[in-house]
């Protein structure tokens, strides 16, 4: 898994990138592409990424609600506000979305 931006990958492989923004007063902080170009499952990617993401912004895992799960199902992007963290966060919402499969 990368944190880096654009990637040639080989026939076969299949890459998921993953774009990562905090928001505050509609306002991004700051923002990570993920890039994993493995053999996983798409699942275990997302929950790869989101955990690298996490590392790399000091942040604690989200949980996922059911309202994430729906969102991400439907358009492969959510949202996790305050509500979604065990630890408080110091911005509005983190914004996950997927940008290629």
Known sequence: MRLTGREETGKGKRQL????????????????????????T?????????????SAFDLS????LDKNID???RHAKTRFSADNFVDGIGFDYLEMHVIEE
């Not at 798409?42 to 996490?54: G, N, V």
């Not at 895992?61 to 996922?64: A, S």
């Open 71 to 73: 969102e991400f199902k």
């Open 61 to 64: 895992v989200p949980i996922w």
């Open 42 to 54: 798409r699942t275990h990617k997302i929950f790869q990424a989101l955990e690298q993401a996490c």
């Open 17 to 40: 990138r993953i774009w990562f923004k905090e928001w505050k007063d509609s306002r991004m902080l700051r923002d990570l592409v993920v890039s994993d170009d493995g053999e996983d």
